[in-house]
């Protein structure tokens, strides 16, 4: 079966047949995670809310992680093409609350992708593609902070921010936690703090 890459690099189907079956996946599993934990849902209950045989499951994936991925990596991609100017370089609060709006505009997915035992795979695939979307960075991170660490510090600190405050049963609105997030993770990457100190030698 001829497939297609997808803008993430991964193989896409190109029959309609195969490609309803992975839309079905795709939202049976957004679905069931709304509901419990990742690591309680199981292939038979994602194949039936799918509506699809249990077999056909694995001729699109090989277990319910990379199932997981694959729906993580669109999501993500979309989110960080909105939080982007945080990572290339723009100064300001917009980025921040644009991507805190977005968050709140899908509370239930990102709630459901954040904090429903998917937060490790969710997390790594973010830093994933943050690192991809570094390269186009037109300003570096201050010269005392290596910038692959710059860039897992803050895409692994900006996912861990919005898992903490969907987990929050106090009402934070996104302007709170785009103020949070400029100040403790975007600022500092910017080089808006000094550096720390030199050891005495």
């Known amino acids: 079966m001829e497939a297609t890459i997808s803008r993430l690099g991964a193989e896409r189907p190109s029959d309609a047949r195969q490609v309803r079956s992975r ?3 795709y939202d049976a599993l957004l679905a069931l995670l709304e ?3 990742f690591d309680q849902l199981t292939i038979r209950e994602i194949s039936a809310r799918a509506d699809i045989g249990y077999a056909t499951f694995f001729r699109h994936y090989p277990d319910k992680e990379s199932l997981l991925s694959d729906v993580a990596s669109e999501e993500i991609a979309d989110l960080l093409n909105r939080a982007s100017p945080l990572l290339l370089g723009f100064d300001g609060l917009e980025p921040s609350l644009a991507l805190c709006r977005h968050v709140v505009q899908h ?3 990102w709630a459901a992708l954040l904090t429903g035992g998917a937060a490790g795979i969710v997390r790594d695939e973010f830093i994933r593609q943050a690192r ?3 390269t186009k960075a037109t300003r570096d991170p201050p010269s005392w902070l290596p910038a692959d660490f710059a860039v897992v ?3 692994g600190g900006t996912i861990d921010l ?12 996104a302007e709170r936690i785009a103020g949070i997030l400029d100040r403790l993770i975007i600022a500092p990457l910017g080089g808006k703090i000094a550096p720390p100190p030199t050891a005495a030698g």
Do not use: T
Not at 164 to 172: E, G, I, P, R
């Open 153 to 155: 510090h803050g895409a």
């Open 162 to 173: 919005l898992a903490w405050w969907l987990a929050q049963d106090a009402d934070f609105p």
């Open 107 to 109: 509370r239930a997915l």
């Open 35 to 37: 509901e419990k934990p």
């Open 23 to 25: 839309k079905a996946l």
């Open 132 to 134: 991809v979307l570094a």
